[in-house]
């Protein structure tokens, strides 16, 4: 059975805090993903990674950066926290090439930024 | 730039009632994917269908249906028979030919009502 995991489902932090969340996946997927989900916007990409090492901004990297060492997996970092990231966030994964391929999720982790 | 767009922010529909969601998108892409993606209560996406741009049949998955209607720019997912269990978010999504990244709506959340 294929599997995305993250690290917390639910993580507490203060303001200025270096908050580290971390996605594994057991499908050899060369794709990772990270979203975060607010009411009424929708699902956002912050960054992707195609690749080991490699990475690209997505629609909001702003206060965010990704670690991929290993295949399996994508780190998301928040350098600072601010109370402006509260919210749901989403990993996900995927295969390279033609045709179509789905996105496997994760379960989320909701942070709250207090 | 891809947009999707999702009218409906909340529906609630008789149990055994049809469903349709709405979905709308913008692409200067000639290929393309669309992709329906339903999230419970307890926040896993999970991938419901697929439409190719090129796909000249609409697809289907049991009770799921895309109605494409591709000079109209939309992709609408049809819910037959609909069940308890299908309260739910549902969010539709499109990627572009040359990276896997989903681009997604914001939403609808169905309730079903016994």
């Known amino acids: 059975d294929v599997k995305v995991t993250q690290s917390s489902r639910y993580l507490v932090k203060r303001t200025g805090e270096k908050v580290f969340l971390e996605c594994v996946q057991d499908?050899?997927?060369?794709?990772m993903f990270w979203y975060r989900q607010d009411p009424g916007l929708g699902l956002r990409l912050i960054y992707f990674?195609?690749?080991?090492?490699?990475?690209e901004k997505g629609d909001i990297p702003e206060g965010y950066s990704v670690s991929r060492e290993k295949k399996e997996r994508f780190s998301l970092i928040l350098e600072s926290a601010s109370t402006n990231q509260t919210s749901m966030y989403l990993c996900?994964?995927?295969?390279?090439?033609?045709?179509?391929?789905?996105?496997?999720f994760g379960p989320g982790t909701r942070l709250t930024v207090l | 730039a891809q947009k999707i767009t999702q009218t409906q922010p909340g529906m609630f529909v008789q149990e055994k009632e049809a469903v349709t969601l709405d979905c709308t998108y913008d692409?200067?892409?000639?290929?393309?994917?669309l992709f329906w993606y339903k999230q419970p209560s307890s926040g896993e996406m999970i991938f419901l269908i697929y439409?190719?741009?090129?796909?000249?049949q609409n697809a289907t998955e049991g009770r799921y249906s895309l109605n494409f209607q591709k000079a109209r720019k939309s992709a609408n997912l049809v819910i037959s028979a609909s069940q308890l269990g299908d309260s739910a978010m549902y969010f539709c999504?499109?990627?572009?030919?040359?990276?896997?990244?989903?681009?997604f709506g914001t939403g609808t959340r169905l309730t079903i009502i016994p």
């Open positions: 996900a994964s995927t295969l390279s090439g033609r045709g179509y391929n789905e996105q496997f």
């Open positions: 692409t200067s892409d000639q290929s393309y994917g």
């Open positions: 499908m050899d997927h060369e794709n």
């Open positions: 999504a499109m990627r572009g030919p040359g990276n896997e990244k989903l681009t």
């Open positions: 439409q190719g741009s090129y796909d000249e």
């Open positions: 990674s195609y690749d080991v090492k490699m990475k």
